[in-house]
């Protein structure tokens, strides 16, 4: 697999090894690597108020945690991962459905 980012604006970066999410732990703003392999599966949804448009880093629900975005009051769509855990990691990518796409054929082949 090659190693090459297939996709990167800033605050993500997927390449062939994985999910790269910057800024994702609190309060360094330490980037998260998730390996394909982890990842169980992939949601896709629109972005409101209910489900974190306001929140720029952590929580506001309990089971999702959002890496630093200063612009995700401005954005439409949200990324989950589910990894198995109590906690699954959720971004904003600038392009979801384009992410959503990238990361369902890899975890595919992983």
Do not use: C
Not at 60 to 83: A, C, E, N
Request: hydrophobic content about 35%; glycine content about 10%.
């Amino acid at each position: 697999m090659s190693t090459g980012a297939l996709y990167d604006d800033g605050l993500v970066m997927l390449d062939g090894k994985g999910v790269t999410l910057r800024r994702y732990y609190f309060p360094l703003a330490r980037a998260k690597h998730i390996p394909y392999a982890r990842i169980r599966k992939i949601d896709s949804r629109p972005m409101n108020w209910w489900t974190g448009k306001g929140r720029l880093w952590g929580t506001t629900h309990p089971g999702y945690w959002f890496p630093l975005d200063l612009s995700r009051p401005r954005k439409s769509g949200v990324i989950v991962l589910d990894l198995g855990g109590r906690v699954k990691p959720a971004f904003t990518p600038n392009d979801p459905e384009r992410v959503a796409a990238i990361v369902s054929q890899q975890i595919q082949s992983a």
